[in-house]
């Protein structure tokens, strides 16, 4: 068995990230045409989405050599190299969200 350094992995302690991205029309119709969610077509631009759909935003993107096992970007970066096998996944089991504002769709031009 490996021993674990504790004190390395504690350096991820308190680490956060932040991000910008458009909330778009279109990812909100595409969303909604994945659940099944009634006349999709009728969104538009600067409409409150439900709750959560901003999720379909601020993807990574990360490039193919920089995934690991599980299709994630690879750990070490932002998440602690820790693992329970080489087949790691990951999953959201438990989770609490607060809304402080209603999240908009953007404002576009043609």
Same mark, same amino acid.
């Not at 021993?3 to 680490?15: E, N, S, V």
């Not at 087949?87 to 607060?98: F, L, Y």
């Given at each position: ?10 350096? &991820?302690?308190?680490? @956060? ?6 909330? @778009? ?13 009634? @006349? ?7 409409? @409150?989405?439900?709750?959560? &759909?901003? &999720? ?55």
């Amino acid at each position: 068995m490996n021993k674990i350094d504790l004190d390395y992995l504690r350096t &991820w302690i308190g680490k @956060s990230r932040s991000d910008k991205d458009l909330i @778009s029309c279109r990812h909100a119709r595409l969303l909604a045409a994945t659940l099944d969610y009634s @006349s999709p077509e009728e969104i538009t631009d600067g409409e @409150s989405l439900p709750p959560l &759909w901003h &999720w379909t935003c601020f993807l990574e993107g990360a490039p193919t050599h920089g995934l690991g096992n599980d299709g994630h970007p690879a750990r070490g970066g932002f998440m602690p190299p820790v693992g329970i096998s080489p087949v790691t996944s990951r999953v959201c089991a438990s989770r609490t969200v607060s809304m402080p504002s209603e999240v908009v769709t953007s404002i576009s031009t043609e």
